[in-house]
């Protein structure tokens, strides 16, 4: 079994992290030339962790599967980016972020890994507006805030609808140079296939060029993973149609733990699914629940009558009604399961009785059309491209759907997996939402990872290193990793089935959404872990993958990470099994109180589960990382 | 409905493309063009025929990384939106579409659709940043910004680097997208010290991409998918010819102190 120790360090909350950045280990800076350290990925966890890495003298080599890093997911990221500034002067503080992050994640998060978070929140802020990040502004100059989900302050910073961009764009530049330094050596259209491990440490990777074929290996005394989330998992989610789990699920069968997986976030407002051709879900941000209202007609007979027919008082503005304290403004989970109930009551709108309004005439009335145009006018636009209606003359149709993964590989407060050497930053870590993830925080927590974090832990371990006895990529484990990545691609060439990857995607994808979704139970979770291994079975019979393996081909991408998909599938599912508690994301309809709310289960749940994988033909063992409380008390979760 | 595609197919670099026509199976008018296209290669690839190769990841507009060039306009029929956010909607049953690659010297094909656009970040790595080290920044809120400039900046700012100006251009210049990062760092306070160095910088590293010359006929703005303006083309010449004429004019401020 894995031994997990998170390395908390001791003392008081508000200590911790200023106490462990002065006894983490230095480098002296002509030692540090000697590392080499990969880092996979370039969206704001890894273009930011290669560029503070370079800035600090290592040798950095960045990996990603874009043509360009500055494409990563992170990209899209609309409504904005927390911080505890207090800049509004209403009351925040780095005590009252941590909190609410970790009241948002039902109690399932590292206390001290949050609090941290809080506290680096600030100095990204700073930083990103010295790298030319446009955020809005105020007349006076100074810098603008709105509200965001499971918030009573204003603490969000945003850059009209593409904070995401911005901040990403930001990062790249920085990243940008240290390529032009010489310090970071870019690699674009480079998919990493395998994780290589050396006596038990992470020594490098085996990389697919995209573009030739062509598979490469390279070594470094560091793997640093910031490859983001696996919502794709579910095929329809609002993540980029690229965004996939092989690096994550490559290196959890190197040994690499995998931390709570069936913590998945279901966002309340995304545009409905409308036909089964449909390649990906869109979000509306949640920036838009700051000024849109929720409402159903209160019966079923008024669902097919045109919005603006239905008068105010034959409106339920459920939200509103069930969690009066925070309104439109309550964490993702509860308003996805609240919309999902309005609708399974059969008071949803549009077709299929799946969707609910986001109305914004009572917003329009009070600030004007022009003030609303330009708080949300790239959202309107798109809502139009995609449906077609005018959002600010009929209200929008929303649905929730699959956003964003809490669970990731396991890693301690330095960030370092249980297996030495291997590093996980961003989305595709689990540590710091626990079972639900605030908006706004995601992007937080990438930019603190990459730029403050990692860069301050990471030569904990390098200093235990010695880099002239890196492991040359002549090692057997680097010949071995590359042989079974071949073996892998030739075989999934060889089968000339007769279904598409995507085929298979869908239907997990399916199987997915309906027993492993917004709301689970045994029995369902029962037959996806039966279905689930024989549609795996199914697609190593009967895939078809055209094509050859040494030229650019994208059905080949596909495949070897839908066949991953098919496995974290099932560990998903496991997890979701064993946890019988309903908490944050995580609801399983054998758990709730009488008024349907989450009924959590700390006395025996209050635990990471870190799953570690067993070999082919074995069920993964299940580590516990207990998680201990010392400053805040678990409480029951109320918004209401 | 249904459409009929012509389709560019080209191995890679080295060999010669051709188009190939494709009609494809009932539509839904509601279908992106890119889910359309889905579409057509899920049966390719039944058929066991190569897929149609095309760049594509976040399907709402904003990663840059759709192209194609739609009957001879990049990105398609539409103004300001890109190819991932057009919709069968806009063609008609029967018509016929003819698809190829963002063609530019400095854009070899990769393969059928897919064009390398790494001289986009070769420009950036020239200059397009602003040199901080992490964690030395003062707070956020030392130097004001007015307003007006934050938002100006933004809309220089907003460019997806996905390359539709070049591909717009007769000459396949990129001034639009090197205009749009130069004023977007260029107007902020923040970009000051750097401001002429880098459109110098920058500006070179484009010639030396094999861009053409800007001869101002507006094609980029037109297709240009975030409605970056030309106007930016204009300040940035400015800031270049100072940089030409007068050598670097904050340089030169700080010797006379
Ligand atoms: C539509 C949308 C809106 C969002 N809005 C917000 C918001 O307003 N606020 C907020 O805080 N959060 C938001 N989020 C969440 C947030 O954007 C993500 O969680 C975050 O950006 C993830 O960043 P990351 O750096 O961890 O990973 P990503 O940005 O996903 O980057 C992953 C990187 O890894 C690379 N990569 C992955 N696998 C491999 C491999 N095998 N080989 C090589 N390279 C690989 C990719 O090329 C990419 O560079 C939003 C998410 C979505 C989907
Ligand atoms: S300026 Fe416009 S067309 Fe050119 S790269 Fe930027 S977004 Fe694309
Ligand atoms: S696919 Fe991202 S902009 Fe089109």
């Known amino acids: 079994m894995a031994t997990l120790n998170a390395h908390i360090p001791s003392g008081p909350l508000a200590m911790k992290w200023t106490r462990h950045r002065n006894e983490s280990r230095l480098i002296s800076p002509a030692n540090k030339r000697k590392y080499k350290v990969i880092v996979v990925g370039a969206g704001l966890a890894g273009a930011s962790a290669a560029a503070a890495l370079a800035e600090l003298g290592y040798e950095v080599h960045n990996f990603v599967y874009h043509d360009s890093p500055r494409r990563a997911h992170s990209v899209a990221a609309q409504g904005g980016i927390n911080a505890a500034k207090n800049y509004q002067n209403d009351g925040d503080s780095v005590w009252r972020l941590f909190y609410d992050t970790i009241k948002g994640g039902d109690f399932r998060a590292r206390e001290a890994n949050v609090y941290r978070l809080a506290e680096v929140s600030v100095q990204i802020i700073d930083h990103c507006v010295a790298l030319g990040v446009p955020f809005a502004r105020e007349y006076g100059g100074l810098l603008d805030n709105r509200s965001f989900g499971g918030a009573q302050v204003s603490r969000t910073f945003y850059a009209r609808g593409q904070t995401g961009q911005q901040l990403l764009l930001g990062a790249y530049s920085a990243l940008c140079r240290m390529i032009a330094a010489g310090a970071v050596k870019s690699y674009t259209h480079c998919e990493m296939v395998d994780l290589v491990v050396v006596d038990g440490h992470a020594k490098g990777i085996i990389v697919r060029d995209l573009r030739t074929g062509r598979i490469s290996r390279h070594n470094a005394d560091a793997v640093v993973l910031a490859t983001g989330g696996y919502a794709n998992v579910y095929y329809l989610s609002t993540n980029a149609l690229n965004s996939n789990a092989t690096a994550i699920w490559r290196a959890y069968k190197r040994g690499a733990c995998f931390a709570n997986p069936c913590f998945t976030q279901i966002h309340p407002t995304c545009i409905p699914v409308s036909g089964t051709y449909q390649s990906k879900l869109t979000l509306m941000s949640e920036s838009l629940r700051n000024d849109g209202r929720l409402w159903v007609p209160k019966r079923r007979e008024d669902c097919s009558k045109p919005p603006n027919e239905i008068p105010e008082s034959d409106r339920d503005y459920y939200l509103e009604r069930m969690y009066p304290a925070y309104g439109n403004l309550c964490p993702r989970d509860i308003a996805s399961r609240a919309a999902k109930k309005v609708c399974d009551e059969g008071r949803g709108v549009g077709p299929g009785g799946r969707g609910v309004y986001l109305d914004f005439s009572d917003a329009i009335k009070r600030l004007g059309v022009a003030k609303v145009r330009e708080r949300y006018g790239n959202l309107f636009d798109m809502y139009r491209e995609i449906t077609g209606e005018d959002a600010y003359q009929v209200p929008m149709r929303i649905y929730p759907a699959v956003h964003y993964t809490m669970g990731g590989l396991w890693v301690d407060y330095n960030l370092m997996s249980n297996l030495p050497g291997l590093f996980v930053i961003g989305e595709a870590n689990f540590s710091d939402h626990g079972a639900n993830r605030l908006g706004a925080s995601a992007l937080m927590q990438g930019l603190a990872d990459g730029f403050f974090i990692l860069p301050a832990t990471i030569a904990n371990y390098l200093a235990t290193v010695n880099p002239a006895q890196r492991p040359s990529t002549d090692h057997p484990a680097f010949a071995e990793a590359e042989a079974e990545v071949t073996t892998r691609l030739r075989r999934l060439l060889q089968c000339r089935g007769k279904r598409t990857p995507t085929e298979f995607h869908r239907e997990l994808g399916q199987l997915m959404w309906d027993y492993c979704g917004m709301s689970r139970n045994r029995a369902g979770l029962e037959l996806a872990l039966r279905r689930i291994p024989e549609l795996r079975e199914e697609f190593w019979h009967n895939v078809n993958v055209p094509g050859e393996a040494t030229t650019l081909n994208q059905a080949l991408e596909k495949a070897n990470r839908v066949a991953d998909f098919l496995e974290l599938a099932e560990l998903m599912c496991l997890d979701a099994l064993h946890r019988e508690e309903s908490c944050g994301g995580h609801f399983r309809e054998e758990h709730q109180l009488p008024d349907g709310e989450a009924k959590r289960d700390d006395e025996h749940f209050a635990y990471v589960a870190a799953w570690e994988y067993a070999g082919p033909d074995r069920a993964p063992v299940l580590n516990r990382e207990p998680l201990v409380y010392e400053e805040v008390r678990m409480t029951t979760r109320s918004y209401k | ?257």
Not at chain 2, 7 to 13: G, I
Not at chain 2, 148 to 171: L, P, S, T
Not at chain 2, 201 to 227: L, N
Request: net charge positive; aromatic share 6%.
């Open chain 2, 1 to 257: 409905m249904k459409v009929t595609l012509k389709v560019w197919r080209q191995k890679d670099a080295q060999s010669p493309g051709r188009f190939v026509t494709y009609v494809t199976p009932e539509l839904n008018p509601n279908m992106s063009f890119l889910e359309m296209l889905d579409v057509v290669n899920e049966d390719l690839i039944r058929r066991g025929e190569e897929p149609i190769a095309f760049d594509h990841d976040c399907r709402e507009g904003i990663c840059g990384t759709c192209s194609l060039v739609i009957n001879g306009k990049p990105h398609g029929p539409h103004r300001g939106v890109t190819t991932c956010q057009t919709y069968m909607r806009s063609f008609k049953d029967g018509d016929t579409i003819v698809i190829e690659p963002f063609r530019a010297r400095a854009f070899p094909v990769i393969k059928d659709l897919i064009v390398d656009r790494s001289a986009l970040d070769r420009i950036m790595w020239a200059g397009g940043f602003i040199s901080v080290r992490t964690g030395s920044a003062p707070d956020a809120n030392t130097i004001p910004v007015p307003k007006d400039v934050a938002e100006r900046a933004m809309d220089a700012a907003q460019c997806i680097g996905c390359g539709a100006c070049v591909a717009a251009c007769k000459n396949a210049s990129a001034m639009l997208f090197v205009a749009a990062k130069i004023s977007h760092l260029g107007l902020l306070p923040q970009g000051q010290p750097e401001r002429y160095r880098r459109a110098r910088a920058m500006i070179e590293q484009m010639d030396r991409e094999g861009f053409g010359a800007c001869t101002v006929t507006g094609s980029c703005e037109a297709v240009c998918p975030k409605g970056v303006s030309l106007e930016f083309i204009a300040r940035m010449n400015r800031d270049y010819a100072v940089a030409l004429l007068k050598g670097d004019p904050i340089q030169r401020a700080a010797a006379a102190i």
